[in-house]
């Protein structure tokens, strides 16, 4: 065997056990996603599909990866419906409302739900109920998307690309699983008031009650179970209330129906500095809604960009929301600058885990793989030796490479 063919045996290996722990961390996912696909829907292989595009990068990632979806679609026999509708400030500007009710109706009534992301300046100042914001939280609530399951993986060809040392960053494969229809950014009352001493205040309030808790402990043990790796629950039970009956719900749980799952605690903060100290020591990690939103973005760093990470939510019924971890990024939306990978790797995820169509999931990932492969990469992860390429390129390149890749180099 060549050098150069050990090294690509070693990369199929390193990604085959990636690819194994993300499978096995998700096959709850299948479960709940493949809820609302009804038999006749998988033996026809046509499925609805709605689509969110958004704001800010939201059409241009979008468009790459519904381009990829109809690709590998025609590849292999899978017919697609998609419905487009209006979420966030694009249905502000379109209805005055940021969930619309025709949107919520047509996400409910598809087999899986694909949105890129909402949000911008222009919205900024509005107040809550017309805020983009308020539309994405309504639409998982809407679609009692409780788990959002969010993987950091540093892919072997992006280890270089992370801001830590590549010995930091190498390997890491972490799951964060954060509750997502609860806690302060559902929590009530809120509002702005006056304060006894006549000064203007604001409040928010995180409030978790025991089912909410324990439904979402469980996701974190058997998805911990599956990959075979410790469980740690991030919380600030030191100061709140909230994270007291957290911890206790958690541990509880554990000692119930998970014993063989070795289960730790950790202060957020904390979590926030480990993470970036020493990633590796973590395995799965579930968390509330507010600290997975930040404890995601610090690991989305570890794997080089943001513009990387895809994530699935899953409901205890209905079909699956898939989306990039990041946000609209209003500051290069419209210079074809975006990274769509983690749009693409979303629509993976649901062709994979809401849909039940492993093989078309495999080759996307494997395009995605190809792509890096040759080099390609957009601003967010560009270094010497590397082709910069834009967003709509980085779409051509993987319509390419999904002519000539076999799902077989990399799968398991
Ligand atoms: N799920 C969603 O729809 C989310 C929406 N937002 C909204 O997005 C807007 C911007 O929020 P930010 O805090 O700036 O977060 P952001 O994730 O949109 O951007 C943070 C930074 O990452 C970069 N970035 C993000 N995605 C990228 C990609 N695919 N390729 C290359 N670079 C990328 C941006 O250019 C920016 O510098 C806000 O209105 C916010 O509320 C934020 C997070 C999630
Ligand atoms: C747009 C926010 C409500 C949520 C967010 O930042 C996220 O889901 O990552
Ligand atoms: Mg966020």
Known sequence: MSHREGLVLMKSL????????????????????????????????????????????GPEIMDVAVNVMRAVGAREGIKFEF???????????????????????????SHAVFLAAIGGYKWDSNPPHLKPETGILGLRAGLGVFANLRPAVVLPQ???????????????????????TGGIYFGKPRGFGVNESGHRCAYNNMVYSTPEIDRIARVGF???RKRQGPLCSV???????????????????????????????????????????????FDTIVTGNLFGDILSDISAQLTGSIGMLPSSSISESGPGLFEPVHGSAPDIAGKDKANPLAQVLSAAFLLKYGLGETKAADLIEAAVSTALDKGYRTGDLMS???TLVGCKKMGEILLESLETTSPVTVST
């Open 14 to 57: 390193i990604l085959r056990n990636c690819r194994r722990k993300l499978e096995s961390s998700a096959s709850r996912i299948s479960k709940c996603g493949y809820a609302n696909v009804t038999a006749a829907a998988q033996k026809e292989r046509n499925y609805k599909v709605t689509l969110l595009p958004g704001d800010g990068i």
């Open 83 to 109: 419905t487009e509708k209006l979420l966030g400030g694009a249905a502000l500007d379109a209805t005055g409302v940021p969930l619309p009710d025709d949107t919520l109706a047509a996400c409910r009534a």
């Open 158 to 180: 992006l280890a270089d690309a992370s801001t830590l040392k590549r010995e930091i960053a190498e390997g890491v494969d972490i799951m964060i699983i954060r509750e997502l």
């Open 222 to 224: 058997e998805t911990a």
């Open 235 to 281: 919380d600030k039970a030191n100061i709140l209330e909230v994270s007291q009956l957290w911890r206790e719900r958690v541990t509880a749980i554990g000692k119930e129906e998970y014993p063989d799952v070795q289960l730790s605690h950790m202060y957020v903060d904390n979590a926030a500095m480990q993470l970036v100290r020493n990633p590796k020591q």
């Open 384 to 386: 010497s030796g590397k």
